[in-house]
């Protein structure tokens, strides 16, 4: 019998936000408060203040819902489970098409990552997996490699054309 293996969401870069953000914010209120205004009244005030807190507030209000939907896929066998708290989803080996490993092209802090397309017989869509998201992402992708098998096509890199 093979071994299970189970991959949660990451929320690292959800709680690095927030505490980047938290800490801008109190510098800049006590640069200001300290230095500039000599007082703390007039700092409530500022719209930039009301600007870090409010991304301060998004960013966990997505750390909560991340919780919540406790994402995670666990891999056993021939079986691959997609689970969240609304849905769960369970793949065996003989219901995929092809699988298909390309790079995500994006721009800003996350470029160039692993994704991960499953193509079934019974949906047009195919079931996309970006293995960034997820705790040990490395193993991921090569749980997932090994777990395709013979249904695995990596698509090359796409070349630029000179111009």
Same mark, same amino acid.
């Given at each position: 019998m093979e071994q299970q293996t189970t991959f949660k969401y990451n929320y690292g870069f959800l709680f690095q936000s927030?505490?980047?953000?938290?800490?801008? *914010?109190?510098?800049?209120i006590l640069v200001r408060g300290l230095m500039i205004e000599?007082?703390?009244a007039h700092i409530f005030r500022d719209p930039l203040v009301y600007l870090l807190s409010a991304i301060?507030?998004? #960013? #966990? *209000?997505?750390?909560?819902y991340n919780v919540v939907m406790k994402r995670r896929?666990?891999?056993?066998?021939?079986?691959?489970?997609?689970?969240?708290?609304?849905?769960e989803m369970t793949i065996t080996r003989d219901q995929v098409r092809s699988v298909r490993i390309g790079v995500d092209r994006q721009r800003g802090l996350i470029s160039n990552t692993r994704v991960v397309k499953i193509f079934l017989n019974e949906r047009r869509?195919?079931?996309l997996i970006r293995t960034y998201n997820f705790e040990n #992402?490395?193993? *991921?992708? #090569?749980? *997932?490699k090994k777990w395709a098998g013979d249904l695995l096509t990596e698509r090359p890199g796409r070349r630029r054309r000179k111009a």
């Amino acid at each position: 019998m093979e071994q299970q293996t189970t991959f949660k969401y990451n929320y690292g870069f959800l709680f690095q936000s927030i505490v980047v953000y938290a800490t801008t *914010l109190a510098a800049y209120i006590l640069v200001r408060g300290l230095m500039i205004e000599a007082e703390f009244a007039h700092i409530f005030r500022d719209p930039l203040v009301y600007l870090l807190s409010a991304i301060i507030l998004v #960013s #966990s *209000l997505a750390v909560i819902y991340n919780v919540v939907m406790k994402r995670r896929i666990t891999i056993d066998g021939n079986h691959l489970h997609l689970r969240g708290a609304l849905r769960e989803m369970t793949i065996t080996r003989d219901q995929v098409r092809s699988v298909r490993i390309g790079v995500d092209r994006q721009r800003g802090l996350i470029s160039n990552t692993r994704v991960v397309k499953i193509f079934l017989n019974e949906r047009r869509r195919p079931a996309l997996i970006r293995t960034y998201n997820f705790e040990n #992402s490395q193993e *991921l992708y #090569s749980s *997932l490699k090994k777990w395709a098998g013979d249904l695995l096509t990596e698509r090359p890199g796409r070349r630029r054309r000179k111009a």
